[in-house]
Structure formats: structure tokens, C-alpha cells
């Protein structure tokens, strides 16, 4: 079975401090991965997608991801974060051909302070 | 473009009381998805849709139904319900498995 698992459950930052949120995944076959974001009291929101191609993608407000294939994992970086980058992201995944369904980590909080 | 809409936004049910949670969108996606989100634990898929007339379960099913009779319907029914389906309930929907899923704003329910 799919899993997806995010190595942090809350990340308190600085403004302007760099961030990077670890994403790994567990699935044999080809996937696609996602990384959505919830601003408090928010939907979800698409930040980043990957579906083939460069495994360095790039998204809204700055962020980019990378796929490592070797280590299943899509990683979310971002070189310096803003107070209104406070959220929680989750990473997520599906299968290739699959009926769309997209597995989720668990989350992972963000607080910037300014 | 409305996207996705969910109604209500809160909901206050008493145990063994019923609900019917709406979702509709005007995107003609095929597929919609049902996710309920509990804190700390991400979101989990109660059912999902590839089109009218075709559901199927997600991880964690018991407790609630679908029906799906047009496209951009997709209500979600609770029966009899219980504290451990007080959550946030997310509807999506895309095109498959290729692209996104596109969120409505949420139900926040309460079993109380």
C-alpha cells in the first residue's frame, strides 16, 4: 500500500530563514506528487505538482520541490520565508493511472514569526 | 468560476441524528473524491467517484454513503451519527489521475 511520510510535525521559523520540509514516499510504481497548502481556516491549495520531467519543480509564492526517484522523496524548499507563509503543507501522492486518489503525510505546521 | 462548493460550512449533529453533507462543482470533472481531515493525521479518503452513476470506497468508509447521479454532484451521507465523525470534511475533484484535485472549502461537523 501507498504511504507518504513528513518528517515534521511543526517548524517554527524566523522571516527570511530558509525552510526545507522532507516528504518520502512508499509506492513500487510511478507516481505523481503533489504538495498542497492550508492557510488557517483554508482550503487546500495547490502549491507544487510533479509529474515527469526536470525533478526540480517550481511553484507559487516561491517554493520549489525536488524529486530525489533513488530516495522517494519530495522534498519542499523555500530560500527565505515570510510571516504570511505560516500554514501547514502537506505532501501527497498518486499512483500513475490510478483513479486520481491522492494519499496524504500527515502534515506539517509552519510558523513564521516576524 | 465557482470551482468546488460545499455546504454547510459548521454543523453542530447530535449522536444518531443524520446529515447530508453537498458538494457540486462546475469544472465537468469526472472524478470527485470525499477526504475527511482530523488533526495530526492528514486526510483520509471516505469514497470516491469516477462518474455519474459510479462510486467506490476509499480508506476509511463505514459510517457513510455516496450517491452520484450527476456530474457535478456529490453528496455525502452520514447515518446514525457518532463523535468519531466529528472531523472536517474536504470535496474535490479533478480530471484523473493525471492532474490535480481542486478542494471546496470544507465542513466542519461536531458530533456531540
Known amino acids: 500500500a501507498q504511504s507518504v511520510s513528513q518528517h515534521n510535525h511543526h517548524v517554527i521559523l524566523s522571516e527570511a530563514a530558509s525552510l526545507e520540509l522532507g516528504c518520502n514516499y512508499s509506492y513500487g510504481g510511478t507516481v505523481n506528487l503533489f504538495w498542497y497548502v492550508q492557510y488557517p481556516g483554508q482550503h487546500l491549495q495547490l502549491l507544487l505538482k510533479?509529474?515527469?520531467?526536470?525533478?526540480l519543480v517550481k511553484g507559487i509564492k516561491g517554493f520549489e520541490a525536488e524529486f530525489i526517484k533513488s530516495k522517494f522523496s519530495f522534498n519542499l524548499r523555500k530560500p527565505s520565508v515570510q510571516w504570511s507563509d505560516t500554514a501547514e503543507y502537506f505532501c501527497a501522492v498518486n499512483a500513475r493511472g490510478s483513479q486520481g486518489n491522492l494519499i496524504f503525510g500527515k502534515g506539517t505546521k509552519l510558523s513564521v514569526k516576524p | 468560476n465557482a470551482g468546488v462548493t460545499q455546504t454547510p460550512k459548521f454543523r453542530i449533529l447530535k449522536i444518531g441524528q443524520s446529515m447530508t453533507l453537498q458538494c457540486t462543482q462546475d469544472m465537468n470533472h469526472n472524478y470527485m473524491y470525499w477526504y475527511r481531515q482530523d488533526p495530526g493525521m492528514g486526510l483520509k479518503l471516505i469514497y470516491y467517484?469516477?462518474?455519474?452513476?459510479?462510486?467506490d470506497k476509499g480508506e476509511v468508509p463505514n459510517g457513510y454513503n455516496v450517491s452520484r447521479s450527476t456530474t457535478e454532484d456529490f453528496p455525502l451521507r452520514l447515518e446514525l451519527a457518532a463523535p468519531s465523525q466529528t472531523s472536517v470534511y474536504f470535496c474535490?475533484?479533478?480530471?484523473?489521475?493525471?492532474?490535480?484535485?481542486?478542494f471546496g472549502q470544507g465542513t466542519r461537523l461536531t458530533v456531540v
Open positions: 467517484s469516477v462518474g455519474a452513476g459510479i462510486t
Open positions: 510533479y509529474f515527469s520531467g526536470d525533478p
Open positions: 474535490a475533484s479533478s480530471t484523473g489521475g493525471y492532474t490535480e484535485a481542486f
